[in-house]
């Protein structure tokens, strides 16, 4: 028994069925990315963590080394020890920027 083919109408229908499907897809996608970016939850990136190396501080601070450790030692940025490790806390950072930024703050 031979199979009957398919006709072009057939085909036709087939293949709007699936670019609509194809659409309706990419719809909900792209509707799940945004929700998602208005959340502040980016999918491509890793949320920042809470603790910063000195380096990391230096590059948040756009400052160097040497006056990320000036500033700790002048106690304006305060540090976490964990075993031999320095860290800042990055809520340490967001202070120090927002005192930075009050009328009258020392720069």
């Not at 293949?15 to 609509?20: F, P, R, T």
């Not at 040497?66 to 950072?93: A, D, H």
């Amino acid at each position: 028994m031979k199979a009957k083919q398919p006709s072009h109408a057939d085909v036709d229908r087939a293949k709007q069925v699936l670019a609509d499907l194809a659409l309706s897809l990419a719809i909900s996608e792209a509707d799940q990315l945004l929700e998602s970016r208005d959340h502040n939850s980016t999918p491509d990136r890793r949320p920042k963590p809470s603790l910063l190396t000195i380096p990391e501080a230096c590059a948040e601070l756009r400052i160097s080394r040497w006056s990320v450790y000036r500033l700790i030692q002048s106690n304006q940025i305060e540090t976490v020890t964990i075993g031999r490790r320095r860290f800042v806390p990055k809520i340490v950072l967001d202070d120090f920027i927002e005192a930075l930024q009050r009328p009258g703050a020392d720069r």
